[in-house]
């Protein structure tokens, strides 16, 4: 029987600043997330089928990223304060095209291989990817509140320059496909400092006492809303009339309201009716007590 053939990494050992598998784990879960809402974003807009699928996470220098960067991809810099650093969107140029065709109710079946992004183009690849990195940003959100910002672009990766040739990423392989193309390869790079900084917001989400502080937190909010101030009416019912009768009115004339005895007033906060109330004396002055909360 053949045998099927096996994918050897070479490995550095020398390498200490490698992330643990459970971190990258925890930051798959995370990623996964981002795919499966960003699948949905772009179906949902471009009214074509799309799928964004995660294939793998990859530990590896900018140096070698670059190197295995072909010709004909299309870069994307962008970055998500208040996390450190900046990240990297690598969309193949043909996928771009194709997304701002599909953009201006194209079908967007066409070749784009010989074309290079106008200036036009360039403008309608920001707020695509604008959708795209807000998506990640939501999907980070678990950990840390970010603010996704679009920074630059560039058709060449020499101008592309987010850490040192030596310094480790993330690359975040993902499988694109949209409307009838074929799948590619859609690749965001993470700068380990920001990726460090996601792996300490997770620990904190799991470390003991972060449930207490969220407790508090949410114990602090419920307090604070119970001193919002409502403006509380106690409501005498409706009454119909005319604009003759209403025209006629002199001072001193007196308008019946309508209320019988012995029924309640309603109490409203904010309009919502909360209560049923007599009315009565205090001292001197009128008042009313609660006869019966309303509860919904």
């Known amino acids: 029987m053949p045998r099927s053939e096996k994918v050897v990494r070479s490995h550095d050992f020398r390498r200490t600043d490698l992330l643990e598998r459970v971190d990258l784990q925890a930051i798959q879960g995370l990623l996964e997330g ?29 140096r070698d990223l670059v190197e295995e960067l072909e010709n004909g991809m299309y870069f994307f810099t962008f970055s998500l304060p208040p996390l450190a650093g900046r990240a990297v969107l690598v969309v193949p140029t043909e996928e771009a095209l194709a997304l701002v065709d599909l953009r201006l109710a194209g079908s967007g079946d066409d070749d784009f291989s010989d074309r290079i992004p106008s200036e036009i183009d360039k403008a309608f690849f920001a707020p695509i990817v604008e959708d795209l990195i807000g ?69 904190a989400k799991t470390t003991p006492g972060a449930d207490a502080r969220e407790d508090a937190v949410a ?33 001193g004339d007196s308008l019946g309201l309508g209320h019988p005895k012995g029924r309640p007033l309603e109490v409203r906060a904010e309009g919502l009716l909360v209560a049923l109330a007599d009315i009565c004396s205090s001292g001197v002055h009128k008042a009313c007590q609660i006869k019966e909360e309303i509860t919904r």
Not at 34 to 61: G, I
């Open 34 to 62: 981002f795919t499966r809402s960003a699948t949905q974003k772009f179906t949902s807009t471009l009214r074509q089928p799309c799928s964004f699928d995660l294939e793998k996470l990859d530990q590896v220098t900018w």
């Open 135 to 203: 998506e990640l940003s939501k999907g980070l959100s678990r950990i840390l509140t970010t603010y996704p910002l679009l920074e630059a672009q560039e058709g060449n990766v020499q101008f592309v320059s987010v850490v040192a040739p030596s310094e480790m990423c993330m690359a975040v392989r993902i499988s694109f496909a949209v409307a009838n193309r074929a799948s590619r390869e859609v690749l965001i790079c993470l700068p380990f400092p920001m990726v460090r900084m996601l792996i300490d917001g997770l620990q």
């Open 219 to 251: 114990a602090d909010t419920r307090r604070r809303l119970m001193e919002v101030p409502l403006e509380v009416v106690f409501q005498f019912p409706s009454f119909v009339t005319t604009p003759a009768e209403l025209l006629s009115l002199r001072v």
